[in-house]
């Protein structure tokens, strides 16, 4: 199982269309000899019918799907055998800048518009061992 936030390091607020996590990260699983395994089910989707995430700055949104936080390695088509290694993610996100965005009412003109490269790893990395 596996978890995925998407951190604001920055000074504005960002407006992001929410998706569950094997949408919103692709995984890069590299074992002990160091050939990786690219889980990419990620997609942009700046246009997107599922509702707007807000992450103000400083702040972590944690990526879930029916209210669940983790997430099989599965939905990314990844499967590991026994062994070792190292996990980390590639954020694959788009949306809107916001400049100190209020905590109700409506919402105030955006001050640009971002989106991830899909390709840079940009995550802390974890280490597993499988055993079975």
Known sequence: MLRIGLRNNATATYLFFDGPPWRKANIVVTDAMGHANIGERGALSYKSPVPMAKVDPGK???????????SSLDYWSIKLSPGTY????????????????????????????????????????VWVEVTQ
């Open 60 to 70: 972590t949104y944690w990526l879930a799907f029916s209210g669940e936080q983790w």
């Open 86 to 125: 190292e996990i980390q993610a590639i954020p694959v996100a788009g949306g809107e800048l916001y400049q100190g965005f209020p905590a109700q009412g409506p919402a105030p003109a955006a001050i640009g518009k971002f989106v991830t490269d899909a390709k840079t790893i940009n995550s802390n990395a």
